[in-house]
């Protein structure tokens, strides 16, 4: 069993930058995606950035490229999100997602397609 631990939320002004860390633990990652998804309230969960663990290509949603920037260190079973330009749109909860059997190079953007979530850390962006 996959267990998936965020941490590097917090509260940070317009502008400013922050860095998200998934621990994952359980076993080893010698295959599929992971990915970072966030909730704002009453809102639906939505796609942010995706990494191929082992490919390491990436895909972004549009409203963060440029922004945002996804990366795994295979060393430490541990992904990260550094966030850049923060702006208020960007407060939500952000949840980093594993799917297992993704093959080499695959990349999804549906909550369904991932098997393994994250409690969520807070991210608020005052303006």
């Known amino acids: 069993q996959v267990q998936l631990v965020e941490s590097g939320g917090g509260l940070v002004q317009a502008g400013g930058s922050l860095r998200l860390s998934c621990a994952a633990s359980g076993r080893t990652f010698s295959s599929g995606t992971m990915a970072w998804f966030r909730q704002a309230p009453g809102k639906e969960r939505e796609f942010v950035a995706a990494?191929?663990?082992?490919?390491?290509?990436?895909y972004y949603t549009d409203s963060v490229k440029g922004r945002f920037t996804i990366s795994r260190d295979n060393a430490k079973n541990t992904l990260y999100l550094l966030m850049n330009s923060l702006k208020p749109e960007d407060t939500a909860v952000y949840y980093c997602?594993?799917?297992?059997?993704?093959?080499?190079?695959?990349?999804?953007?549906?909550?369904?397609?991932?098997?393994?979530w994250g409690q969520g850390t807070q991210v608020t962006v005052s303006s």
């Open positions: 990494i191929n663990w082992i490919a390491g290509n990436t």
């Open positions: 997602a594993a799917s297992l059997t993704a093959a080499f190079g695959v990349l999804y953007t549906t909550p369904a397609k991932y098997d393994h």
